[in-house]
């Protein structure tokens, strides 16, 4: 459970959006196995600066650098 925010930055390069994504949560963990069960809860945030570069109308590359679930991203994105 969390919510996520984004804001635009002001870079201004041919094709490519350029934003900041802020997040908080809560994750709650729960594994057990055999006679050993381990759980454990607690507030979580994130922070990323990501950039999105325009191949054409429909395809762009996507880069998300800094803080939370992982450290670096990289992807596609299609627009349908």
Known sequence: TG???NASL???VKNLDTFA???IG??????????LTVS?????ASIYIN???FFNEQWSGVASLGYGVGVLGLGV???F
């Open 77 to 79: 994105d299609y627009k």
């Open 21 to 23: 994504t802020l997040g």
């Open 10 to 12: 002001s870079i201004k």
């Open 40 to 44: 454990a809860s607690g507030i979580v």
């Open 26 to 35: 809560y994750d709650v963990v729960s594994v057990s196995g055999g006679n």
């Open 51 to 53: 950039g999105r570069y």
């Open 3 to 5: 919510y996520s925010g």
